[in-house]
C-alpha cells in the first residue's frame, strides 16, 4: 500500500505544460472576460520571455479582476489551478513554523473561500497585486486557525518552546512593501478625509467655526466656550451639532457622488427672522436658521462630550 502524504496538496507542480494547458482553456471564461481579455490573459501564460512565476502572478491578477468584476466560476477555477500548489506550499511553511497539526488542505480550502468571498477587497493595480494580496490571505487564514484551536483547548503555540523559530518583529522584504504601502495608502485616505474637512468647516459661519475650534483645537469645555461666545450653553450645544453634521452629511453626499450641502448657519440679528414654534422658517429654510436654540426634533445632549 501506498503511503499517503499529509503535506500532498494533490495538484500538479506548476509548469510550462500546465500554463500552456490553462491557456488554451481561456475559452471558458467566454461571458466572464472579453475577448481581449482572454487573448492577453492566454499571451501572458505563454509568454516564454517571463519566468514561470513571473507568468503565473501575471495572470493570476488579470483572472482575479475578472473574477472580481463577473464572480464567474470559470476565472475561479483558473485561479485554483494556478495557485493551489503555490499557496499550499506557503500554508505549510507557516503551519511548520508555528508548531501546528492542522490540515494544510482544510486551510487552503478556507484560503480560497476567503478568495471567493472578499473580490471586492482587491485591488488590480500592479501586475503581481494577487500574489501580495494572496499571501496575506494565508498569513491570516493560517493565524485564525492557531487562535481557534488555542481556544478549543485542542492545541496551544508555546513560543517559548519554539527557540529556533524566525522572530516575528524581524520584518521581511515582503512584509515590509506591504507595510509601507498601506502606510501610504493610510496616509492618503487622511489627507482626503481632513482636505473635506477643512473645506466644509471653511464654508460654516464664524460663530459656528468659532464654537469648533474653541472646542475641538483649544480642548475647551462647553461651559468655558459658551462663555467666551456669551451664549447660553444650551445654545453651543445646538451651534456645535449643528456644524458637525453639516460637515459629516456634506462629506457623505461627496463619497456618494452627490454635490455637498453645507451651508452657513446665518448670523443672528435682531428683527430679521419669523419664528414659529420655535423654529426659525427665514429665507434659509431649517439649515440657515440663525437662530441656536434646540428644535423639537434634535437632542443636544448627545453632544455633552465636555
Given at each position: 500500500?501506498?503511503?499517503?502524504?499529509?503535506?500532498?496538496?494533490?495538484?500538479?507542480?506548476?509548469?510550462?505544460?500546465?500554463?500552456?494547458?490553462?491557456?488554451?482553456?481561456?475559452?471558458?471564461?467566454?461571458?466572464?472576460?472579453?475577448?481581449?481579455?482572454?487573448?492577453?490573459?492566454?499571451?501572458?501564460?505563454?509568454?516564454?520571455?517571463?519566468?514561470?512565476?513571473?507568468?503565473?502572478?501575471?495572470?493570476?491578477?488579470?483572472?482575479?479582476?475578472?473574477?472580481?468584476?463577473?464572480?464567474?466560476?470559470?476565472?475561479?477555477?483558473?485561479?485554483?489551478?494556478?495557485?493551489?500548489?503555490?499557496?499550499?506550499?506557503?500554508?505549510?511553511?507557516?503551519?511548520?513554523?508555528?508548531?501546528?497539526?492542522?490540515?494544510?488542505?482544510?486551510?487552503?480550502?478556507?484560503?480560497?473561500?476567503?478568495?471567493?468571498?472578499?473580490?471586492?477587497?482587491?485591488?488590480?493595480?500592479?501586475?503581481?497585486?494577487?500574489?501580495?494580496?494572496?499571501?496575506?490571505?494565508?498569513?491570516?487564514?493560517?493565524?485564525?486557525?492557531?487562535?481557534?484551536?488555542?481556544?478549543?483547548?485542542?492545541?496551544?503555540?508555546?513560543?517559548?518552546?519554539?527557540?529556533?523559530?524566525?522572530?516575528?518583529?524581524?520584518?521581511?522584504?515582503?512584509?515590509?512593501?506591504?507595510?509601507?504601502?498601506?502606510?501610504?495608502?493610510?496616509?492618503?485616505?487622511?489627507?482626503?478625509?481632513?482636505?473635506?474637512?477643512?473645506?466644509f468647516y471653511s464654508m460654516l459661519s464664524e460663530r459656528e467655526r468659532r464654537a469648533l475650534h474653541l472646542v475641538e483645537v483649544e480642548?475647551?469645555?462647553?461651559?468655558?466656550?459658551?462663555?467666551?461666545?456669551?451664549?447660553?450653553?444650551?445654545?453651543?450645544?445646538?451651534?456645535?451639532?449643528?456644524?458637525?453634521?453639516?460637515?459629516?452629511?456634506?462629506?457623505?453626499?461627496?463619497?456618494?457622488?452627490?454635490?455637498?450641502?453645507?451651508?452657513?448657519?446665518?448670523?443672528?440679528?435682531?428683527?430679521?427672522?419669523?419664528?414659529?414654534?420655535?423654529?426659525?422658517?427665514?429665507?434659509?429654510?431649517?439649515?440657515?436658521?440663525?437662530?441656536?436654540?434646540?428644535?423639537?426634533?434634535?437632542?443636544?445632549?448627545?453632544?455633552?462630550?465636555?
Open positions: 500500500m501506498q503511503a499517503i502524504d499529509p503535506y500532498s496538496s494533490g495538484l500538479a507542480t506548476l509548469g510550462e505544460e500546465t500554463l500552456q494547458r490553462i491557456a488554451d482553456r481561456m475559452g471558458e471564461l467566454q461571458g466572464e472576460a472579453g475577448r481581449r481579455e482572454r487573448a492577453a490573459i492566454a499571451a501572458l501564460l505563454t509568454d516564454g520571455e517571463r519566468t514561470i512565476e513571473a507568468r503565473r502572478d501575471a495572470a493570476s491578477t488579470r483572472l482575479m479582476e475578472a473574477f472580481r468584476n463577473d464572480r464567474g466560476r470559470g476565472s475561479f477555477g483558473l485561479l485554483y489551478e494556478l495557485n493551489g500548489q503555490h499557496l499550499f506550499t506557503q500554508v505549510v511553511g507557516r503551519l511548520r513554523r508555528y508548531g501546528s497539526h492542522a490540515d494544510p488542505r482544510d486551510v487552503l480550502q478556507e484560503v480560497f473561500f476567503n478568495v471567493y468571498r472578499y473580490p471586492h477587497r482587491f485591488n488590480a493595480a500592479r501586475e503581481d497585486a494577487f500574489r501580495v494580496w494572496s499571501a496575506m490571505i494565508v498569513r491570516n487564514t493560517v493565524l485564525k486557525h492557531l487562535r481557534s484551536n488555542s481556544r478549543g483547548g485542542r492545541q496551544e503555540v508555546n513560543f517559548d518552546e519554539l527557540p529556533d523559530q524566525p522572530n516575528e518583529k524581524a520584518q521581511s522584504p515582503l512584509g515590509g512593501a506591504i507595510e509601507s504601502e498601506s502606510t501610504d495608502e493610510c496616509a492618503r485616505t487622511y489627507l482626503t478625509y481632513l482636505q473635506l474637512y477643512l473645506e480642548d475647551k469645555s462647553y461651559r468655558e466656550a459658551a462663555t467666551e461666545l456669551e451664549i447660553k450653553l444650551e445654545n453651543l450645544k445646538m451651534v456645535i451639532f449643528r456644524a458637525r453634521r453639516k460637515i459629516h452629511r456634506s462629506m457623505r453626499r461627496i463619497f456618494d457622488g452627490l454635490s455637498p450641502d453645507c451651508r452657513p448657519a446665518r448670523e443672528p440679528q435682531a428683527g430679521t427672522s419669523v419664528r414659529s414654534g420655535g423654529v426659525d422658517v427665514g429665507r434659509g429654510g431649517l439649515e440657515a436658521t440663525g437662530s441656536d436654540e434646540p428644535t423639537p426634533d434634535r437632542d443636544p445632549a448627545a453632544e455633552e462630550g465636555h
